[in-house]
């Protein structure tokens, strides 16, 4: 082994087992002061990178970064307790061939689906779902408020390190779907949707070279709703599709930091900014709770914090198990 190459902390057995096996002994989730008392006392070896990464081969994930471990937990905790992750499901309105024209291929793709007849509430959960695009035009409307068959189709769940490739997929499976018959697509558990051409414009958008900033791009405006807004907060939904925390700031906050500028719009350049450098840029698990961000040399900083999802039950499509950044002031 060359002497200039670094060696790095290996948990044995892995911090992530470890952490585990603490929060079924206490019966509840572990605390962050709790999670970094079990790192202390836990037994680890050196190993140069090169073992190390074969050492995360052979569990199936990446251990928890010793350096970052209260954040960085979470994304193994569902995986390592058996908690809730993340499942993708599509729903797609259509008239009376949809069934025997989608099938076929939901089949062979051995994807879980369901076909359902009309529902009336349809046109109205994909009006109320369409807040971040442009407006779906007078013909996609009536042939959505026309449709006879509903058809929803879904992933498997899957854990953070497996969400880049069933988000390309089901990407590509919706725009295949579509094609073949679907009116337009909403992804249920985001509350987001769009019409046949734009979800057939991000799929091509993904498909088209190695960028990696441009496909995360793509999945981060296919599945992620932003803003939505509560009394007091703007925050995103979908994230947890891409592995990721959800994304949260107060509307008191954009005031003291854009307090020219619409705060809708300031934290729709804020989320898309900092989503992007998360999934495409930033190392995973090296950004920590308390870290600070900035869009631009000359946008605010915030310092981001991370907490629990609290908004919705585990058992939700919309819940999210990784989280949430929280943008404040410095």
């Known amino acids: 082994m060359p002497e200039d190459q670094p060696l790095i902390p290996v948990f044995i057995p892995s911090l992530a087992a470890i952490l585990a096996n603490g929060e079924r002994s206490k019966g509840s989730p572990l605390t962050a002061p709790e999670i970094e008392a079990i790192r202390d006392k836990a037994a680890c070896i050196m190993m140069d990178q090169a073992d190390a990464a074969k050492m995360d081969e052979s569990r199936g994930y990446r251990d928890v970064n010793p ?20 499942k993708i499901v599509l729903c797609i309105p259509g008239n009376d061939s ?16 369901e076909f359902r007849p009309h529902d009336p509430n349809m046109l109205r959960a994909f009006k109320s779902s369409s ?10 409307l009536a042939r959505i408020d026309g449709h006879s068959t509903v058809l929803y189709a879904l992933s498997k769940n899957y854990t953070a390190a497996q969400a880049p490739a069933v988000a390309r997929s089901f990407l590509s499976l919706g725009h295949r779907l579509l094609d073949a018959g679907g009116h337009a697509i909403k992804v249920e558990s985001a ?38 807004g ?51 840029e930033c190392q995973p698990g090296q950004f920590a709770s308390g870290h600070t961000f900035r869009a631009s040399q000359d946008a605010p900083r915030y310092r981001v914090t991370w907490e629990p999802c609290l908004d919705y039950p ?17």
């Open 230 to 280: 509560s009394k007091t907060d703007l925050y995103t939904c979908g994230m947890h599709l891409l592995g990721a925390p959800d994304l949260i700031i107060s509307t008191d906050t954009l005031k003291h930091t854009a307090p020219n500028t619409d705060p809708a719009r300031a934290a729709i350049q804020l989320f898309r900014s900092f989503a992007l450098y998360l999934l495409a």
């Open 314 to 330: 585990e058992d939700s499509f919309l819940f999210n198990p990784f989280g949430l950044w929280r943008f404040a002031v410095p």
């Open 67 to 86: 350096q970052n471990c209260w954040v960085d937990w979470h994304r193994l905790r569902a995986q390592m307790t058996g908690g809730y992750l993340p």
């Open 98 to 113: 949809l069934r025997p024209n989608l099938e076929p291929l939901l089949r062979a793709e051995n994807v879980e689906h």
């Open 131 to 140: 807040i971040t695009w442009p407006q779906f035009t007078d013909e996609d």
């Open 191 to 228: 509350g987001i949707s769009h019409p046949a051409t734009r979800w057939a414009e991000l799929d091509d958008t993904a498909a088209r070279g190695p960028d990696l900033l441009q496909q995360w791009s793509a999945l981060f405006h296919a599945y992620v709703v932003h803003p939505i």
